[in-house]
Each structure stands twice: as C-alpha cells, then as structure tokens.
C-alpha cells in the first residue's frame, strides 16, 4: 500500500516571501502521479501542480514550483512570492497509473498561513 | 460551466440513522469518487464509479454504499451512523479514469454532523 507523509503540520510564511512545503512517499510501483492540492477555509480541494512520475523534469504553475525526487520518494511543493491568498491546507497526494482503479492517497495535510 | 455539486452542503444526523449523500460531476465527466474526510485529517478514499459500474472501494464496513446513475450523477448512502461518520464527505469527478491524464475535480464537500 501507498503512503504520503507531510511532516510539517503547520507553516508560516510572511507575503512575498517564499515557503516550501514537504512530502515523502513510500511506493514500490515504478509509474505514477504525484499532486499538491489546495484547501481553503471553503473546504473544496483545488489542484495546484502535477507530476507524472516518468518525466524528470520538474512541475512548474506559476508561483508554484516541485521539487520531485523520485530515487529520494520526495515531492516538496515551493510557493515563491507569497500571497494572502495562499494560506489554505495543502495535501500532498499519490495515485497509482493503473487503468482500473485509481484512487488518490493523501498526506495528513500542511497548514500553511501567509503574514501580512 | 458549472463545477463538481454535492447536496446537502450541511447536515445533523442521529446515531443509527441513515444518510444519502448526492453529487453531480462535470457535464461530460464519467467517473465520481467518493473520500472521507475527518477533521484535521486527509481525505480517505472511499469509492470510485465509471460508466455506472464500482471502480474501487476503500477499506470502509458495508455500512458505506453508492450509485452511480445513467446521467453520472451519484449518491453515497450510509446507514446505522456513528459518532466516528461525522466528518466532510468530498466527491470528485474526472472526464474519463484520473491516470489516463485527465485533472480531477473536487465539489466542495458535505459536512456530515453526527450526534
């Protein structure tokens, strides 16, 4: 079985700086997904930035940068620039390339705030 | 267009009553996953639905069904509740199955009160 570990429970960054959030994950499968997802006090679960395992070269949205580690099982999520905005949870998740079930497997969550 | 709708948004149930949660996906999406969210904690995954038929199931008891209808939407039933039901139930929706590349798109969840 899949786990993700985020061993930060809370951060805090002040605005426009900028904050990098951990994850580790124990897997023995050789191609899969990696996402960091966002959620505000409105609870819904926005996506932020994806990794396929199988390209080396790191994810980048904007603000938002990864750090994918695949030897290491590492995936740290890095917010440049930091906005009010981003204070949320942020969870750190896996899901297996599998073309049946596909479930995602989350961390316990980072909670991130952003200081004026 | 609009995004992932769960109803009710909120509710305040009895232990040993039964519960029926909704959601509609995405117009187009076919696939609706159900996760289980405890306060202070990740979401779970609890089903996932394609084209009608079960996908996966997570370890949760027999107390915990769904349903995925001809139109995609779904419902996810629970009955005899306990205490340990009480928490954000998020469905998610995807065009087609999450690993063919296609984004995954959360509602914003119903909380489930249990007392």
């Known amino acids: 079985a899949q786990t993700v570990t985020q061993s930060q429970p809370e951060m805090s960054v002040q605005e426009a700086e900028t904050v990098t959030l951990s994850c580790t994950y124990d897997?023995?499968?050789?191609?899969?997904?990696l996402f960091w997802y966002k959620q505000p006090p409105s609870r819904q679960m926005i996506l932020v930035i994806r990794?396929?395992?199988?390209?080396?070269q790191n994810a980048t949205e904007n603000r938002f940068s990864v750090n994918f580690q695949k030897a290491a099982k590492s995936f740290s999520l890095k917010i440049s620039d930091s906005q009010l905005g981003d204070t949320a949870m942020y969870f750190c998740?896996?899901?297996?390339?599998?073309?049946?079930?596909?479930?995602?497997?989350f961390g316990k969550g980072t909670r991130l705030s952003v200081i004026a | 267009d609009a995004g992932v709708t769960q109803s009710p948004t909120h509710l305040i149930k009895t232990r040993g009553q039964h519960v029926t949660l909704r959601c509609s996906p995405i117009s187009g999406h076919k696939s609706v996953s159900w996760y289980q969210q405890v306060l202070g904690q990740g979401p779970q995954f609890i089903f996932q639905?394609?084209?009608?038929?079960?996908?996966g199931r997570g370890n949760f008891p027999d107390r915990f069904s769904a349903r995925q209808f001809p139109n995609y939407s779904s419902e996810l039933n629970v009955n005899a509740l306990l205490l340990g039901d009480s928490a954000l139930y998020l469905c998610?929706?995807?065009?087609?199955?999450?690993?063919?590349?296609?984004?995954?798109?959360f509602g914003e969840g119903s909380w489930l009160t249990v007392v």
């Open positions: 990794q396929e395992a199988y390209k080396q």
């Open positions: 639905y394609y084209e009608k038929e079960e996908r």
């Open positions: 897997t023995s499968e050789n191609n899969y997904y």
């Open positions: 998610a929706s995807s065009l087609d199955l999450g690993t063919l590349g296609y984004t995954i798109y």
């Open positions: 998740a896996f899901m297996k390339h599998n073309s049946g079930n596909t479930p995602l497997v």
